[in-house]
């Protein structure tokens, strides 16, 4: 079966961290980009980061530039998002989704992104 899952998320305190991983299954992660979007109540979907799979070049939203950091680690298959200085309005639930192809360069565009997380619930509160 053919999955991303999605973990990490949970309660956190504003200014805390909190590290998400993305692990697939089925499948490497070699041929794919990798982003990760966030969905809050009302809200819509926020492409927030990506990383490709040519030179891991990375890319992300100036709602979380400076604060976040995506990587990747194929021997692991899984894509981690390191995020710092958390506050309340990041609070949502986080989806990882892949992209097939070789990419030098990513945008999470949602649309190009055909496999998708089930999502984890990442809540900033104090």
């Known amino acids: 079966q053919l999955q991303l899952v999605e973990s990490g998320g949970g309660l956190v305190q504003p200014g805390g961290s909190l590290r998400l991983s993305c692990a697939a299954s089925g499948f490497t992660l070699d041929y794919y980009a990798i982003g990760w979007f966030r969905q809050a109540p009302g809200k819509e979907h926020e492409g927030i980061s990506c990383i490709t799979n040519i030179d891991d070049i990375t890319y992300y939203a100036d709602s979380v530039k400076g604060r976040f950091a995506i990587s990747r680690d194929n021997a692991k298959n899984t894509v981690y998002l390191q995020m710092n200085s958390l506050k309340p309005e990041d609070t949502a639930v986080y989806y990882c989704?892949?992209?097939?192809?070789?990419?030098?360069?990513?945008?999470?565009?949602?649309?190009?992104?055909?496999?998708w997380g089930q999502g984890t619930q990442v809540t900033v509160s104090s």
């Open positions: 989704a892949a992209k097939h192809g070789m990419f030098s360069r990513c945008v999470p565009n949602r649309p190009d992104f055909d496999r």
